[in-house]
């Protein structure tokens, strides 16, 4: 798309006006973080926080002026709550009420699927986990909150762009009998997402309240690596069931794992296992094993830290193959013990989750 520039953004956006203010959004300051990348356009509008739940149609107002520009693909526009001028009290975590749960009605329990580092094999854990639950016959869906670094449509081998019954929400992707959403789905491969924390949260959100995920027995979401901003405010604002850490052995990895385990016992989401990924490798020619980033680190940790252990995955380049193509192990290679290991981790977290669900911490400033 040759010629758009963000002063043409801008210009249709200085048609939407703010129902409660009369004026222009960009008069007003509220647009920001604009991105143009091959017909597809990015952008904030700043709220405040308490006029945010009821300026979703201001939002989609401010999609609908875009799209109306030449040769644009694609429009993501997300609310932004600005920061209150007052300094206030660190916010305390309290019991919510049912309408956290208005959030993604219908899903019985959501899992967090997290690692205090990248590079981990978080996401192949997290999407083998999925099917894993779908292959005990549960209805799964599977968030990939990474905004920055997207991977499950190419690890579940799915391509296009979710449709939309009545222009407003989203019809999740699907493949291998488990529902799929990812920003992957709505901006190319290649696209870089520099966005700011909030930003971020509030594209999670429309992710979980904007998508007819219809009757889940289990949501897995597939957090960004780290303890930041982005995953503490999904600890936080999002009714997780449970989580479930991901590490390598070795200590580097297991100190950073220790991190986010403690991330989740702060805003109270109970912590159900730890997964020992890259455990080992097994040459396929010789049989023989190699322990690359030691050994039985995390499961020591999880012993020292009570947690349940919930099991090792080696280093193989079968794993490594199947994820890349599309074709995730536990679908692809059914028989393999390590399709056993996912599907019995899987089968221990159901059990889990049928006790742990809970409401999301409400946050209070007093």
Known sequence: ??????????????????????????????????????????FAIE?????????????????????????????????????????????????QGAGAKALVPGVRSILAVASGKG??????????????????????????????????????????????????????????????????FLVPEDTPMIWRGPMVMSAL?????????????????????????????????VPLSGAVIVSTPQD???????????????????VLGIVENMSYFRCPHCGGRTDIFSHGGARREAERLGVEFLGEVPLDILIRETSDEGRPIVVSHPDSEHAEVFRGMAARLADKLGSARRQAPRIVVE
């Open 119 to 184: 590079g981990v094999g978080k996401s192949t854990v997290a999407a083998n986990l999925a099917l894993g639950f779908a292959a005990h016959g549960l209805k799964v869906g599977l968030l990939d909150a990474d905004i920055y670094g997207p991977s499950m449509p190419r690890m579940l081998g799915i391509a296009g762009r979710p449709g939309s019954r009545d222009g407003k929400v989203l019809q999740p992707m699907s493949n291998y009998g488990i529902k799929c959403m990812s920003m992957g």
């Open 205 to 237: 959100q429309q992710m979980l309240r904007d998508v007819e995920w219809g009757e889940l027995d289990v949501m897995v979401v597939d957090l960004p690596p780290g303890t930041g901003d982005a995953q503490l405010t999904m600890a936080q604002q």
């Open 252 to 270: 580097i990895a297991l100190l950073d794992a220790r991190k986010g385990l403690n991330m989740f016992r702060k805003v109270d989401v109970p």
């Open 47 to 95: 709220v405040e926080a308490q006029r945010g739940p009821k300026l979703e149609p201001l939002r989609k107002a401010a999609e609908k002026a875009v799209e109306a520009l030449s040769g644009v693909l694609s429009v993501t526009a997300v609310l932004t709550a600005q920061k209150p001028s007052a300094p206030a009290r660190p916010p305390q975590p309290h019991a």
């Open 1 to 42: 798309m040759s010629g758009l520039r963000e002063q043409d953004v801008l210009a249709a956006l200085r048609q939407v006006i703010d129902p409660d203010k009369g004026k222009d959004i960009v008069g007003l300051g509220m647009v920001s973080g604009v991105q143009l990348r091959d017909g597809h356009v990015g």
